[in-house]
């Protein structure tokens, strides 16, 4: 895959399966690997949030993206999760993925250590100015030190490897400054949104993709609603966002992230094992209940049957709240004629 290739669609947060020990479930990462890719997936993310990097020695860190790189095989680029705990250490991640033909590396800002915008920019220019591979920023203010808009342009303009930012904040303004700072500048640039719940209005933005943890469990919906918004099909693109924003927030808000996800793709047919967080008996019992509504919400989309004893009707989605997020960022196109 070619280092200017543009980072474009949506590159797909992978959940990490598990053997009955603990360990990395290799066949049936490689089978999920392929699973993803036949349903139309423009990427693949490893180590990121979903793939609860944290969670993994650094070997075994590198042993993932291996493993997918191997699976792969160039059919899709891949955004490799390379954060370490310092500079030194990540650089030797950003070396060792570019050695398997990994397309760029995804950063996350410095965590437990809260940084000024000073210090954030430092530490990646420290990571650019050593990697000889291109590096997606990761802003994720709920957990890292974030990354303002004047050092996401610093960077943008400083640092030819630095070539994309991956936003997970679901901040629509905050998108826009970024946008409207870096493009004029680096018209190259790379835009991700993280944030499920507003993947169809980012697009409208000006995002050029997402990297989306629903996109690991209903890849059908998220190609389809990229497809759908980029093609200017702007009816049935709501519609579907809607049905993604239910789904998403069935797997984020009912279990501890990224558990929802783990038990939704259970339901796809892989054998995801148990993840590494310890899991009381009140949680263990609560996944047992989500997994049923989880069921429902896939059963609802055709991507499995109902449960035991069936499903409530009715839709509890409020679907005016992603209708007025559109209405909004169309009428700011409008105004800017850009729409």
């Known amino acids: ?32 690997v392929d699973w993803l890719i036949e349903r139309g997936v423009h990427g693949l993310y490893p180590n990121g949030s979903t793939g609860e990097f944290t969670r993994f020695t650094v070997e075994e860190r590198r042993r ?23 500079t ?22 410095p965590f437990y250590f809260k940084l000024t915008p000073a210090g954030v920019y430092a530490y990646f220019k420290e990571i650019a100015d050593n990697s000889p591979i291109d590096v997606t920023l990761y802003n994720i203010p709920m957990f890292a030190s974030p990354i303002d808009v004047p050092t996401v342009q610093r960077l943008a303009e400083e640092c030819p490897r630095v070539a994309a930012i991956k936003d997970s904040s679901g901040d629509l303004p905050h998108m826009m400054r970024m946008i409207a700072a870096v493009k004029p500048v680096r018209p190259d640039f790379a835009f991700l949104t993280g944030w499920d719940a507003a993947l169809m209005p980012m697009l409208l933005l000006g995002c050029d993709g997402g990297t989306n943890a629903t996109s690991g469990v209903v890849p059908e919906i998220t190609r389809k609603l990229y497809d759908l918004t980029m093609n200017g099909q702007l009816d049935e693109s709501r519609e579907l966002q809607y049905r993604l924003l239910k789904l998403f927030d069935a797997m ?3 279990a501890e992230f990224p558990e929802g996800f783990r038990a939704a793709l259970r339901l796809r047919g892989f054998t995801t094992g148990i993840g590494r967080q310890p899991q009381s008996l009140v949680q263990q019992k609560e996944l047992e209940t989500l997994s049923d509504q989880l069921q429902c919400s896939l059963a609802a989309e055709g991507f499995t049957d109902q449960p035991v004893g069936g499903c409530p009707v009715g839709d509890s989605v409020d679907s005016d709240h992603v209708a007025r997020i559109v209405q909004t960022v169309v009428g700011e196109l409008k105004k800017r004629g850009m729409a």
């Open 1 to 32: 895959m070619s280092s200017n290739t543009p980072l474009r669609g949506i590159f797909t947060p992978n959940i990490v399966p598990l053997d009955t020990r603990g360990e990395i479930n290799e066949p049936e990462l490689r089978k999920y």
């Open 252 to 254: 984020l808000f009912s």
């Open 88 to 109: 030194r250490e990540t650089i030797k991640a950003c070396e060792h993925y570019h050695s398997l033909g990994v397309r760029a590396v995804a950063i996350v800002s």
């Open 64 to 86: 993932i993206i291996e493993i997918i790189a191997d699976q792969t095989r160039g059919r899709v680029p891949i955004l490799a999760g390379a954060a370490e705990a310092n």
